[in-house]
Structures are given as C-alpha cells and as structure tokens.
C-alpha cells in the first residue's frame, strides 16, 4: 500500500478544503487509514484515523467537529474533509497506512506518503 496525497493548498481562516489519499495496492480495505499533520517547527501529530472498515473513526481534541475522515474502497481512496479552518491548522498532512485498530501513534504506521501542504491565511 503506497499512498499518495492530494488536495493542499492556501486558505483563508473559516474555509474548507477535502484532501484526498490513493493508495495502490490490493490490500488497501484491509488497513486503518490516518491523517497525521506536522506545522513549521512542530512534531508530526495525529489528526485522525479511519478503520479498514470504514465503521469507526477517531480524532485529535484539535480537530474534533471541523475534520471528517472518510474513505471509498472501490477507488483504493481516503478523504479528509477539513472545515472552519484555523491558521494553526497549516502544516504538512501526511496519509499513513497501519494493521492496527485505530492507531493514533505514528510509529504503528507501516506506509507513508509524501505529504501535501495545507497552509491556513489568518
């Protein structure tokens, strides 16, 4: 499973943006998927994760109620629909692959990609 990330850009404060993450290979509905986010001088954090089932979801206090995780098997797809964006929301937003159930800890995290950068205008 190699994931590749899409849909950054620059937004002002109050708006949205939906990022997606095609991943290839076969085994895509077998893995939780995450969202995971490091800013300008910042730790990689975690943002949110979706099952491989697609039933369950968790998120970070930070983000709860603005972003929503969701994923498309049949297109080998997770979305990250991120709303009521605030500046501290601008970093680089990496999709990452596990086995695990809901992980929120990056080093459970078996494929990464290259991350997409999302930068949030005050």
């Known amino acids: 499973v190699q994931p590749v990330e899409s849909g950054g850009g620059l937004v002002q404060a109050g708006g949205s943006l939906k990022l997606s993450c095609a991943a290839s290979g076969r085994a895509f509905n077998t893995y939780s998927m995450g969202w995971f986010r490091q800013g300008p001088g910042k730790e990689r954090e975690f943002v949110g994760v979706?099952?491989?089932?697609?039933?369950?979801?968790s998120y970070a206090d930070s983000v709860k109620g603005r972003f929503t995780i969701s994923r498309d098997d049949a297109k080998n797809t997770v979305y990250l629909q991120m709303n009521s964006l605030k500046p501290e929301d601008t970093a680089v937003y990496y999709c990452a692959a596990a086995k695990g159930s809901l992980p929120t800890v990056f080093y459970a995290y078996d494929y990464w990609g290259q991350g997409t950068q999302v930068t949030v205008s005050s």
């Open positions: 979706i099952s491989w089932s697609g039933g369950r979801t």
